[in-house]
C-alpha cells in the first residue's frame, strides 16, 4: 500500500496529528486553567506543601520527606527515594490550583504505600521505556531504510533490525499506558482526600482542582496516544515494505 500522495505522508495525518493537536489543546488548558485557579485562594489559606502534610498524616504515612525545587509545574513523587517534590509554582502558594497539584503528588505516595500494582508496573517499566523510547524507533527506521535500499540476500538481517526496534520501541509504549491509570487514579485519589480532610470546604474549591488536573490528565493521553501513533505508524510502513517485496 502506498501512504504517499504529491508528496503527503498519510501515516502522518492518521497517526501523529490527531495526538499532535490534543496535546496543542491540553497544554492550552493546563496553562489556562492553572493560571486562572492560581489567583483564587482556598479558603482554609493552606499552601500546597502544607495540605501535602496533612494528606499524608491522614494516610499515616511518616516517611515521605516533602522537598521544594525550583521550576514552574516541576512537581513529582520519587517512590524510590521516597521523596515529595513540589515546585515554586506549588510549595508555597495557597491557591487551589497549587494545592489541587501538590495533592495530586501526594496521591502518587498513597498508591505506593498501599501497593497500587499499575504504580510499581511503572516504576519497573522505567528503564525499557528510556531505552526503548531512544534506540527503538531508530533501529526501525534504520532497518526500513537499508532494506529498502538493499538486495534480497540482506533482507532478513534487515528486517531483524526492524523487529528488534518495534519491539523496543513497543517497551516504552506500553509504558505510556500504563501512566495512564495511574495519574488518573492519583487525581481520583487527591480530590477525595482534599474533600474528607477539610483542606477544602466547598465544591468550587473541589470544581477548580479537578478542571485543573483534568487539563494535565490530558497531556498523558495525548503523550500516549503519541507514542501508540508512532509505533503504529512505524510498524504500518515496515509492513508495506515487506508487502512490496
Do not use: W
Not at 502522518?12 to 496543542?24: D, E, G, M, R
Not at 511503572?122 to 528503564?127: A, D, F, G, I
Not at 532494506?147 to 531483524?160: A, D, M
Amino acid at each position: 500500500m502506498n501512504y504517499m500522495y504529491n508528496g503527503m505522508d498519510f501515516t502522518y495525518l492518521i497517526y501523529i496529528l490527531p495526538a499532535f493537536i490534543l496535546s496543542l489543546i491540553a497544554q492550552f488548558l493546563v496553562k489556562t486553567r492553572f493560571a486562572k485557579y492560581d489567583k483564587i485562594e482556598c479558603k482554609k489559606g493552606v499552601s500546597g506543601a502544607q495540605a501535602a502534610a496533612v494528606l499524608l498524616r491522614s494516610n499515616e504515612i511518616n516517611d515521605v520527606k516533602i522537598a521544594h525545587i525550583s521550576g514552574n509545574l516541576t512537581d513529582n513523587y520519587n517512590p524510590s527515594k521516597k521523596v515529595l517534590s513540589l515546585s515554586d509554582s506549588t510549595f508555597a502558594s495557597r491557591s487551589i490550583a497549587a494545592v489541587g497539584v501538590a495533592a495530586h503528588e501526594t496521591g502518587h505516595a498513597i498508591q505506593h504505600h498501599k501497593g497500587y500494582a499499575p504504580l510499581a508496573i511503572r516504576k519497573m517499566l522505567v528503564p525499557v521505556a528510556n531505552f526503548g523510547s531512544r534506540f527503538g524507533p531508530l533501529l526501525a527506521v534504520a532497518g526500513i531504510i537499508l532494506g529498502f535500499n538493499n538486495g534480497e540476500s540482506n533482507l532478513p538481517l534487515f528486517q531483524l533490525l526492524t523487529d528488534i526496534g518495534l519491539i523496543l520501541f513497543g517497551g516504552a509504549v506500553l509504558f505510556y499506558i500504563i501512566t495512564l491509570p495511574v495519574e488518573f487514579n492519583a487525581s481520583r485519589r487527591a480530590l477525595k482526600i482534599l474533600k474528607e480532610t477539610g483542606v477544602f470546604t466547598d465544591k468550587a474549591e473541589i470544581r477548580g482542582a479537578r478542571k485543573v488536573l483534568t487539563a494535565a490528565a490530558l497531556t498523558y493521553v495525548a503523550s500516549a496516544l503519541t507514542a501508540i501513533g508512532s509505533f503504529l505508524r512505524l510498524l504500518m510502513i515496515a509492513k508495506g515494505r515487506g508487502r512490496r517485496r
